[in-house]
């Protein structure tokens, strides 16, 4: 029953962010770290997705690289991508 917890806390963390692809190696990496270090907040996929990044200096190398992965796209989607400089 825990286990299917975490896996559903995985998809629903992965489902506001459509632009990112995520696999099921992503799932695979983050559960275990969902379950060590945030079993208390599964199966509230906003409260655990907060514990992982309040908790990621704790990350497996795994988790921490699906994580710095949305970062990166995150910041690739804020970025504007023409930007021209006027001189006044």
């Known amino acids: 029953m825990t286990k299917l917890s975490a896996i559903a806390f995985i998809v629903t963390i992965m489902a506001p962010l459509p632009a990112i692809a995520y696999t099921q190696e992503d799932a695979n990496a983050c559960t275990p770290d969902a ?51 006027t001189n006044y």
């Not at 990621?56 to 400089?85: H, M, W, Y």
Request: charged share 25%; aromatic share 2%.
């Open 35 to 85: 379950m060590r270090l945030c079993q208390n907040a599964i199966p509230d996929a906003s409260r655990v997705t907060l514990c992982l990044i309040q908790n990621k200096r704790q990350l497996s190398p795994a988790c921490t690289i699906v994580f710095n992965r949305l970062r990166g796209a995150n910041a690739d989607r804020e970025r504007p991508g023409n930007i021209q400089k």
